[in-house]
């Protein structure tokens, strides 16, 4: 998975690899970042995506057409704005 340093809370400026993302809590696990319950059991510790920056993305053929479509929309979109604005 993708590279994310942690620029919030008390494990700020921690860095690690993001071993899972939990969608239902908008929480991202993220390796190395955890805490140890009573019985001596690691934990992860949940981080909020916004939380986090993308050091190092990892790109695959999926990640990369989702990007190229999404860049397409936004350059149709100011293209449709441009011509509004010449029609003004």
């Known amino acids: 998975m993708s590279v994310v340093t942690i620029v919030r809370g008390s494990n700020k400026g921690r860095e690690g690899k993001v071993?899972?993302?939990?969608r239902l809590k908008y929480v991202v696990?993220?390796?190395?970042?955890?805490?140890?319950?009573?019985?001596?059991?690691s934990v992860p510790?949940?981080?909020?995506?916004?939380?986090c920056v993308i050091t190092k993305l990892k790109m695959d053929k999926d990640r990369e057409?989702?990007?190229e479509?999404?860049?397409k929309?936004?350059?149709?979109k100011l293209k449709k704005s441009?011509?509004?604005?010449?029609?003004a």
């Open 19 to 22: 071993t899972s993302v939990y």
């Open 29 to 41: 696990h993220i390796e190395r970042v955890s805490r140890e319950k009573t019985n001596g059991q």
């Open 65 to 67: 057409s989702i990007l």
């Open 73 to 76: 929309g936004r350059e149709d």
């Open 45 to 51: 510790i949940g981080i909020h995506p916004s939380k």
């Open 69 to 71: 479509r999404i860049g």
């Open 82 to 87: 441009e011509q509004q604005k010449e029609k």
